[in-house]
Structures are given as C-alpha cells and as structure tokens.
C-alpha cells in the first residue's frame, strides 16, 4: 500500500506551505509537492483604485517585503505618467529609491541569513528544532546574533528614512519621490555612533561572508551537494551587465552559461514570460515562452543574480563575487545552498552602496517629480531580495486601474522549490521505513534557501483554481472538485 | 524610529523631576493596517499617542509596525515595561490584557517574532528584564483594501480608556486581565 507523508505547516517560512511525499509500494518517493494554502486577490482589489494610489495600496501584500511592491509598482506608475522605466526620474528620485531598496535588500538579507539560515548551518538540520533558532544563536555565537539585529535596525531605519514611515511608507511616487534626504538624516546614517553608521554595517557585512566561507571550508561536501540540481537563472541586469536590483533588462542563462534571455526590455516582459496553471495549488509556474514549461522555468534569487551578473560594481563585493565564481569556473552555480553565500555577497554589495549613495550630495536635490506624455500601460520590474518582481498595470483615461498582473519573486521560484523538494526526498526517502525529524528538516531547508514568503505568491478569488477535498475518517480522498 | 513623547511634548520646558524618576513605557502595535481589523494593534498605538501627545508624558514611547522583528528586542531593552498591541480573531472578549513571560524555546517560525520571543531576546542579548504585557484587540475581518471595522473601532476606544490610568500610574496594582 501506497504512503503519503505530509509536512505542514513549513516552518520559519512567512505563510503557509504544505508539502507532500508520496512513497509507491516499493517505498520509493513516486511524486512531490509543494502546495500553497494561502492565497490573497490582491490584483482584484487594486482594480478601480486610483493609479497614483498603487504603490502605497500595494504594501497591502505583504508586510516582509512591502518596500519591494512600493518601488516595484512605483516603477510601473512612472511609464504610466510618462516619466519613463526609470532613466527619466531626476538624480534625486532615482537616488532616493535605489537607497530605500538598499536598504530593503540589507535588513532582509541580513535578517533571511542570521536568522532563518544560520541555525540550520550552526546546529545542523537533525538538531532538535527547539535549539535551531535565533535564540539558539546567541549561545552558540553571541557576536553574530548582536550584529544581526544591528543590521536588521539599520537596513529598517535607511527605510524609515526615505520612505517616510515604516508602516505604508509613501516616498515613492509616480515621476519620482516625495521627499529628499536631509543632511541630519544623512549624517545620522552615514556617520552615526558605532556601530550605526555605514562604515560599521559594511564591516558586519565582511564578517558575516567570512563566517559563511569557514564553515563551507568544514562543509564543502554538504554546501556543494545538497539539493544541487541544474536549472536556468534569470534576473534584472544593468546594460552593461553590472549587477543592479533597482533597474536594467531581462536576462537568462541556461545551467552551463548560455544565454537564453537576450536583455530584454522590462516593458516586453510579457511576450516572453508565462504563467502555468496547475490544478493542485494556486501558485502559477512561469517559464520562458520560447523553451515552454519543460524546459523554460527559471530559478530568481541571488543564486540567479550572481548566475546572470557579469560583474558587481562596488569593489569589495567584486572581490568576493570574483572567489563565488572561481568555485565554478565562471560558469553558473547550481548548488542550492550557495544561495546563502550569493545572499551574503549582496549584503555586501547593499552596504557598500548605502555608503556610497549617502556621500552623494544629489540626495538632498530639491528636483523630485518629472511628468510626460500619459500613457495607459506601465510595467515595474525590481529585484526583491527574494527575486524579481513583476508589476503590469493597465489605467483608463480616467485614471483608475483596470488591470493588474503581479508575478512575485516566490511564484517565479515555485517549479525550483518543487524540484529541491523532490531532490531531497528522493536523496534521503527512499526506501525509509520511518521519516525522522531531520529528514523532514531537510525538506524545510531546502525550501528556505529560496526564502520563500508564500503568504503574497497567490493569485486568487476568481481566476485561479479552487480545489474542494472531501476526506473519509482514514484520510482517504472521497471526492474531489476542481473549478 | 520609535515615537517617543519626550521629543514631541507640547512644551520645550524640561519633564519635572517626577516625571524622569517613572518606569520607562514602550506602547508598540503590530499588524497590517490595509487588512482591516488586522491593523487594530496599530490603531491602538495612533489613538494612545494623540492622548499622551495632549498631555506630555515624557516617560511613554511609542511605535508600530507590520511584525516583530529581532530589532525590537533593543527597544524593549530600552524601557521598565513594554505593551505589545496585536489584532486577534480568537477571541470572544473585546479585548484582553495579560503579562508575558520570555519564551526562550521559541520556534522562529516566520519572518515575525513573537513577543514572548521578542522579550527573550532581550534578556538572551542585553540582560534585560523589562515587564511585558500584551493586549489582544478582537478583530472580525480581515480582508485588504478596506477599512476597520465598526465594532473593531470601538474595541480598540474601550481598550484605550483601559489602559490609559496604567500608563499614568504604572506603579501598585497591574490590571493584568480585563
């Protein structure tokens, strides 16, 4: 007889996940899924409303990434009032944003690693779940956990600062920003009292990579090998192919380097990105349109951005890029938990840019909005920390939403997320006659890498599938209904 | 950056003597704000902080986000006594006022902290030893993209006229439960 293993809910990720195993009579794993039981209609909601409402309306989502949806939306309203994909905003707006996001990608990298990732790679994913946790940290390494909420407080108050509030922040607006950054919030970031201040938060940064690279040396087998498996990648780039998160074009490159998305314009995402439907979650699968499916879907994430990126342009973080990519060869890494070193290189790459920015006098410019010829279309693409973010917008002439796609970072990972799970139930399940807490840990660790927030990855009230189970006492399926 | 009344107070005169000598307060109120009731937490802060505003309580602090996170433990650190404020729609009471205990085995299991686990972090990471409370607020519905509710409204005025006394006497007998 057939067994089915369930795993909910998976734990130290924002909202709900499900994930089951199904063993055949041999006691092989037959078939895996990572489901999602949480949906929001968000899309539905923002139609009608006003489109310079949108960026703040948005945050509506997710309250871990709002600063994400913010820009992300922020970007697609700036098409909408003509201000361009970004080039067009003045030094001032453009500046402020890519600070605020800075900011953005530094607290949750900072806070994805020390928090969520470094108990797994401290205490092992078979330790008991109770020591496996941020308070579990401070025993083990005092100094790491201290930093961590250092930088945790600093990336929230670089936010704080140019989005105006922390709640429903409304800094950026369609053509610009709202506000600029004055000198006392400048020094009080750039040159505050140790250790808050950017100099400090770059050194914190440094630490945290060489914490990362001591124990990979320990651990090369595991980083290496587990849940490893070949994919495409697929990020925003600069032109020149910097690494940018803010603003650039669509790029993809297939597991040995071959580029298989030619720099695409943000504004074209559409004719070559799709979304799949599966009647067994509500999350979509996007694929590249030209490859299908099969062979078109695609890992986001800072694994994908250093896997696309042909350099990183602020110089200690090229220094490190340069040592991720010699493990590799130069071709693209596919090894899941390299994830957490990428990450730990862009936390890097944010702090050094903080520190950059905040000596640029054009943040405290007085030129915030620029406007042109309106147009009814307006897409908005950014990097999240978790992965790209799409933002389709369609406004009537009379200037309210009637259509809106979200693609967040963690439905484009969902087909990976899927395939780490099947990778490591099929590496540690097979054959098992008992799933132990660690085997199920090994499961969870593989979804984290990806730092999935699944709580704003679904689409629903309308459009998706609603699937209806109606289960005997002994859990068996007696009816089932799909629409 | 927390809202503290000291740098807000109607006055620019000093805070008598009196007034530097009371227990530090932290009011923080979490939750989402565009998802209705879910913001209740947060509402609460808002209405608290116009109250103290009109008065000039220098020893009360306030602030509010989406989640806990591990940052607030420096804050809590910070004060005598910290209320955390949070939606709840598990409840039947209008609301409900309790102390907290650290919760040292806390299972991190989201991007949010929990603020047992905020107050353990506190004490793991500063040695600090603040009196903790929460208030459940009851919500009724949670949809995003509309306002709070009517009777989620009232619960948070009734919570408020609840506390206010606590937090211009935090001394002698805690209403620990409504």
């Given at each position: ?11 130290r990720v924002e909202g ?43 945050q509506r989502l997710c309250g871990i990434c709002p600063v ?39 607290q949750s990298?900072?806070l994805?690693?020390?928090h969520l ?17 941020v ?17 945790r407080k600093?990336?929230q108050?670089?936010i ?6 922390k709640i429903h ?284 927030c699944?709580s704003c ?27 | ?27 923080y109120g979490y939750g989402n704000p565009g998802r209705?009731?879910d913001g209740a937490g947060v509402?609460?802060v ?17 602030d509010s986000n989406y989640q806990l996170n591990a940052e607030d433990a420096?804050a809590a ?7 955390f404020a949070d939606a709840s ?17 806390v299972?991190f299991s989201t991007h949010a902290m929990s603020p047992e686990s905020v107050?353990?972090l ?12 929460l ?7 949670w ?36």
């Open positions: 007889m057939s067994r089915k293993i369930v795993i909910e809910p998976v734990t709900h996940g499900k994930v089951t195993i199904r063993l055949n009579d041999e006691g092989e794993v037959e078939q895996t899924r990572l489901h999602i039981v949480e949906f929001r209609g968000f899309e539905r909601f923002v139609q009608g409303r006003p489109y310079w409402e949108a960026p703040v309306l948005v994400s949806h913010h820009l992300a939306a922020a970007k697609a309203m700036d098409v909408i009032v003509g201000a361009g994909t970004g080039d067009g905003l003045t030094p001032a707006a453009e500046k402020m944003r890519r600070l605020m996001h800075y900011g953005q990608i530094f990298h900072s994805h690693f020390f990732a470094s108990p797994d790679l401290l205490f092992g994913y078979d330790s008991p779940p109770e020591t496996r946790n308070i579990g940290i401070i025993a083990a390494n005092r100094e790491l956990a201290t930093q961590a909420v250092l930088m600093y990336g108050e670089i704080a600062a140019t989005a105006g509030k922040g409304t800094g950026a607006v369609p053509g610009g920003i709202n506000k600029n950054l004055s000198i006392g919030e400048r020094d009080a970031l750039l040159k505050g009292p140790h250790p808050m201040n950017a100099d400090a938060m770059v050194a914190f940064a440094q630490g945290a990579l060489d914490f990362f690279k001591d124990y990979y040396a320990k651990h090369k087998v595991f980083i290496d090998t587990f849940s490893s498996f070949p994919s495409n990648h697929l990020s925003l780039v600069r032109p020149d192919g910097a690494l940018d998160f803010y603003d650039g074009v669509l790029r993809a490159v297939d597991a040995d380097g071959r580029t298989i998305l030619h720099d695409v314009e943000c504004q074209e995402y559409l004719a070559h990105i799709r979304e799949e439907v599966r009647s067994w979650t509500y999350m979509k699968f996007p694929y590249l349109r030209h490859l299908g499916p099969e062979k078109g879907w695609y890992r986001v994430g800072p694994l994908a951005r250093l896997n696309t990126a042909e350099f990183i342009p602020s110089p200690l973080a090229q220094a490190e890029f340069e040592g991720f990519r010699k493990v590799t060869g130069g071709k693209p890494n596919n090894m899941c938990l390299h994830t957490h070193w990428a990450r730990l290189i862009e936390t890097l790459h944010a702090a050094e840019m903080i520190r950059t920015l905040l000596n640029d006098a054009d943040l405290q410019g007085n030129d915030l909005i620029v406007t042109g010829k309106r147009e009814t279309e307006g897409i908005g693409i950014i990097e999240a920390p978790r992965g790209t973010l799409f933002h389709h917008y369609r406004v009537s002439p009379e200037d309210q939403i009637v259509m809106a796609n979200l693609i967040v970072s963690t439905t484009n990972n969902n087909e990976p997320m899927n395939r780490a799970v099947n990778h490591v139930a099929k590496a540690l399940m097979t054959k098992a006659r008992e799933i132990t807490e660690g085997m199920m840990n090994a499961v969870e660790v593989a979804i984290r890498a990806y730092d999935p699944l990855a679904t689409h629903a009230y309308g459009s998706m599938a609603l699937k209806v189970s109606l289960l005997d006492a002994a859990d068996n399926v007696i009816a089932q209904r799909i629409r | 950056m927390p809202q503290t009344m000291s740098s807000r107070s109607v006055s620019d005169r000093s805070p008598p003597e009196a007034d530097l000598a009371r227990p530090r307060i932290l009011v209705q009731d509402a609460f808002e209405e608290l902080t116009a109250w103290a505003r009109s008065g000039g309580r220098p020893w009360l602090t306030f420096l650190a910070a004060h005598d006594i910290v209320v729609g598990d409840q039947d009471e209008d609301f409900l006022f309790r102390d907290l205990h650290p919760s040292a085995a299972s107050i353990a506190s004490r793991e990471l500063y040695g600090a030893r603040p009196a903790a409370y208030l459940t607020l009851r919500g009724y519905e949809e995003p993209n509309a306002a709070m509710t009517a009777e989620a409204r009232k619960n948070v005025s009734a919570a408020v006229k609840f506390i206010t006394p606590f937090l211009d006497c935090p001394v002698g007998d805690v209403p620990v439960t409504r």
